[in-house]
Each structure stands twice: as structure tokens, then as C-alpha cells.
């Protein structure tokens, strides 16, 4: 069984660019979470998504950010016009079934961002 | 508004020895404590984890003591190995953990050999 991957595991990009982060989640898994990790930090909590819907978008900056989760296809996380500040690490979770007794979140290897 | 209050920031400890992480919150709608253990360059996996409907889980070396009155857990690790040397992050969530975790800002553990 596939874990989450996350695709690229390293982006580099300059001031002003965009950020595309991609995640697939365990088979079977409907339920995506995104956290960004700075350096030295704990995870903060981004957004949640079901396949095609935005369950949860408290934790995204008002500006720049946005996530979807196609019926078909990856999670994608997408960064406008990046800044210096975005740098970061940027984790997918997936988990089977929310509202159940005890759900799980499953983590992938995380997306590395560095901005120029 | 930091929700989830970790400590100690560092540990370090002997091999064979108890290693203790200690997480208090502050929202009385979380009902998930998870903890997750993070090597450098990777993802977070999972641990262990508990609701606080008990006061205590344990998984092989690893247990977690809730306390649901002071709002506090924390994660023990018996027999501590060089191989536990890592990261610990507590987590916190309401929805049955259904909701996005809140995290605490992580211990690093060393065991010395």
C-alpha cells in the first residue's frame, strides 16, 4: 500500500512566481488536510478538503493561497506570487473517513519550498 | 493564540531511560490527542494516540496519560533507544479528529548511547 506522496519533494522558485504542490493520498482516503511547517516549528494547520469541496479553509491566508481536490486526480495546493516569507515546508495528510470514531491522519514526505 | 502548549522545547536522555513529553490545551472541544514522531527531511507518522474518554493508552514502549479535569497528556517512552532520537509533536483536534490538528511546537529527543 502507497503512503500520501507528495510531488515535487523540492521546489525552488524566485519572488513573484507560483507554487504548484501536489498530493496524492493513501488509496481509499477522500479526506485531504495541508499544513505548513516553518523552520523550528510545529505544523500549522492550512485547509481541508473532500474530493471537489473546501471543507475547512480557516488556517489559509486570505491572499495568494488556494487548494482544490478534484473528483479526479491529486490535491493541489497553489501559491500565487510567491514571497521570501512562504519558504517552507508544506505537508499533505489524508485520512479515511471524517466524523469517525477515531480518524487518523496519515502524513506524506512534505514539499520543501524555497523562495529566491 | 497558541491552543497547544508543549515541553519541554528540548530532552535529552539515557539509553534504557523514561522519556517524558508533557502537552497541555486549551480548547474544550478538542476530543483527538495525537502524537507524531518526525525524523529530519520527512513527513510526521504517527504514533499514538487517544481520546479522552480514558486515561491512559499504551502501544509497546510507548503511552500516553490524559487528563481530562487539567487539560493536560503526555507521552512516556519506557526503555528510551538511540533510534527514538527524533522530533514529537503533540496534536489536538475536535470532530472525533475529524478537524485539522492543532500542534504543539515539537520536543527534540536525544538518547545518548
Known amino acids: 500500500n502507497a503512503g500520501v506522496m507528495q510531488n515535487p519533494r523540492h521546489l525552488v522558485r524566485r519572488r513573484g512566481q507560483e507554487a504548484r504542490l501536489r498530493c496524492s493520498p493513501m488509496k481509499g482516503h477522500s479526506h485531504v488536510y495541508w499544513y505548513r511547517q516553518l523552520p523550528e516549528e510545529g505544523l500549522k494547520f492550512m485547509v481541508y478538503?473532500?474530493?471537489?469541496?473546501?471543507?475547512?479553509e480557516s488556517g489559509m491566508p486570505k491572499e495568494r493561497f488556494s487548494a482544490e481536490f478534484p473528483k479526479e486526480g491529486p490535491s493541489i495546493l497553489r501559491i500565487q506570487q510567491v514571497v521570501r516569507g512562504d519558504s517552507a515546508a508544506y505537508f499533505c495528510?489524508?485520512?479515511?473517513?471524517?466524523?469517525?470514531?477515531?480518524?487518523?491522519?496519515?502524513f506524506g514526505p512534505g514539499t520543501r519550498l524555497t523562495v529566491l | 493564540q497558541q491552543q497547544v502548549k508543549q515541553s519541554p522545547q528540548s530532552l535529552i536522555v539515557q539509553k534504557g531511560g523514561i522519556s517524558i513529553i508533557n502537552c497541555a490545551y486549551e480548547?474544550?472541544?478538542?476530543?483527538?490527542f495525537p502524537w507524531y514522531q518526525q525524523f529530519p527531511g520527512k513527513g510526521p507518522a504517527l504514533l499514538i494516540a487517544?481520546?479522552?474518554?480514558?486515561s491512559e493508552k499504551k502501544e509497546g514502549r510507548f503511552t500516553i496519560s490524559f487528563n481530562k479535569s487539567a487539560k493536560q497528556f503526555s507521552l512516556h517512552i519506557m526503555d528510551s533507544q538511540p533510534g527514538d532520537s527524533a522530533t514529537y509533536f503533540c496534536?489536538?483536534?475536535?470532530?472525533?479528529?475529524?478537524?485539522?490538528?492543532?500542534f504543539g511546537k515539537g520536543t527534540h529527543l536525544i538518547i545518548q548511547p
Open positions: 495528510a489524508s485520512s479515511l473517513l471524517a466524523g469517525a470514531s477515531y480518524n487518523e491522519q496519515f
Open positions: 478538503l473532500q474530493k471537489e469541496n473546501i471543507i475547512d
Open positions: 487517544i481520546r479522552p474518554d480514558v
Open positions: 496534536a489536538a483536534s475536535s470532530g472525533g479528529g475529524a478537524d485539522g490538528l492543532t
Open positions: 480548547n474544550t472541544a478538542f476530543d483527538y
